[in-house]
């Protein structure tokens, strides 16, 4: 396991965590109309609102030459993982706070550029039981691929 990956010319380093509540995150990256729209889709059930955020920001840099767009990453498939648990992805949270994503999680840089992201992950108190006191302490890891090799980012602590 190692503190970053380079696979495809893409690098990747996981700078900070932090763990939010649902309400500080929204307080911090979404506009007022966009967290009333969140709450009304959490409310009529078409969104499950996570407990808290976990929130990982990370550097992407795309290190190749190869001009291509075919490369790039799509966050929907990066995981957080910590012994037996998943954390999952949240795209509903994630275009607040990456607003030059425009809603997308997959993109690709142009070679030579470098960009911040910032990756909320839902942590929801049914799943973790009374280890969301401890969250902090857990020692996840971000898995960045699963084919053909697993490869793990570790979270710092």
Same mark, same amino acid.
């Given at each position: 396991?190692?503190?970053?990956?380079?696979?495809?010319?893409?690098?990747?380093?996981?700078?900070?965590?932090?763990?939010?509540?649902?309400?500080?995150?929204?307080?911090?990256?979404?506009?007022?109309?966009?967290?009333? !729209?969140?709450?009304?889709?959490?409310?009529?059930?078409?969104?499950?609102?996570?407990?808290?955020?976990?929130?990982?920001?990370?550097?992407?840099?795309?290190?190749? *030459?190869? !001009?291509?767009? *075919?490369?790039?990453?799509?966050?929907?498939?990066?995981?957080?993982? !910590?012994?037996?648990?998943?954390?999952?992805?949240?795209?509903?949270?994630?275009?607040?706070?990456?607003?030059?994503?425009?809603?997308?999680?997959?993109?690709?840089?142009?070679?030579?550029?470098?960009?911040?992201?910032?990756?909320?992950?839902?942590?929801? *108190?049914?799943?973790?039981?009374?280890?969301?006191?401890?969250?902090?302490?857990?020692?996840?890891?971000?898995?960045?691929?699963?084919?053909?090799?697993?490869?793990?980012?570790?979270?710092?602590?």
């Amino acid at each position: 396991m190692e503190e970053n990956d380079n696979r495809d010319g893409y690098y990747l380093r996981i700078d900070e965590k932090r763990i939010l509540s649902t309400e500080e995150y929204l307080h911090l990256y979404a506009e007022v109309s966009e967290k009333t !729209e969140y709450d009304e889709q959490v409310k009529n059930q078409n969104l499950w609102k996570p407990d808290k955020v976990y929130l990982l920001t990370v550097t992407l840099k795309n290190e190749s *030459e190869d !001009e291509s767009t *075919e490369r790039g990453v799509n966050w929907s498939f990066f995981y957080l993982y !910590e012994k037996n648990r998943v954390l999952d992805f949240e795209p509903e949270l994630y275009r607040f706070a990456n607003r030059s994503a425009e809603g997308s999680p997959a993109l690709s840089l142009k070679p030579g550029t470098e960009k911040k992201f910032y990756l909320p992950y839902g942590v929801y *108190e049914e799943r973790m039981g009374k280890d969301i006191r401890d969250l902090e302490k857990l020692p996840f890891q971000l898995i960045v691929s699963l084919w053909p090799v697993r490869n793990l980012v570790k979270v710092p602590d």
